[in-house]
């Protein structure tokens, strides 16, 4: 599997909507709880115009991944990383990463924030990234 990573189009807003739910569903949280999360993994074609939006393609065709960074200056934030559950695990998630951080560096970005998915936390620290604080918060009751 050949996979190359390209600046994302506004016309892909909604598989990039569909990956980041199917991504966020695998863990098993709750329908209630991705429901409550619809407005954060609704990605747009205003959102993919206006940020640094890009796409994972497997064989240069169908779209596996994507990320997004968001902020200028000397930091900006990895807002989106998800990846297709069936391509879990064979290095898209890695490339991407790997990328963002090379794109980073192009725009002049010294520190990158993550808000990690706890399911997620384990594969940022892989890649080098450091804990440095916890955000903690309830969803129907049950805190996370």
């Known amino acids: 599997m050949e996979i190359s990573i390209e600046r ?21 949280y709750p329908a209630a709880w991705i429901d409550l999360w619809h407005n954060q993994l609704n990605i747009t074609a205003q959102y993919i115009s206006q940020q640094e939006v890009y796409v994972a393609l497997d064989d240069e065709v169908v779209i596996v991944g994507f990320y997004a960074l968001e902020g200028g200056g000397d930091r900006c934030s990895l ?17 991407m990463f790997r990328h963002a951080i090379g794109r980073a560096a192009e725009l002049g970005v010294r520190r990158i924030e993550i808000e990690s998915d706890p399911y997620a936390e384990g594969f940022y620290h892989a890649m080098g990234a450091e804990t440095v604080g916890e955000v903690t918060y309830q ?3 049950v805190p996370r």
Request: proline letters at 5%.
């Open 8 to 28: 994302a189009r506004p016309e892909q807003a909604v598989r990039l909507t569909q990956i980041a739910s199917a991504a966020k569903s695998y863990w098993g």
């Open 139 to 141: 969803s129907h009751g």
């Open 79 to 95: 807002a989106h990383m998800w990846v297709e559950p069936q391509s879990l695990r064979v290095g898209i998630g890695r490339r």
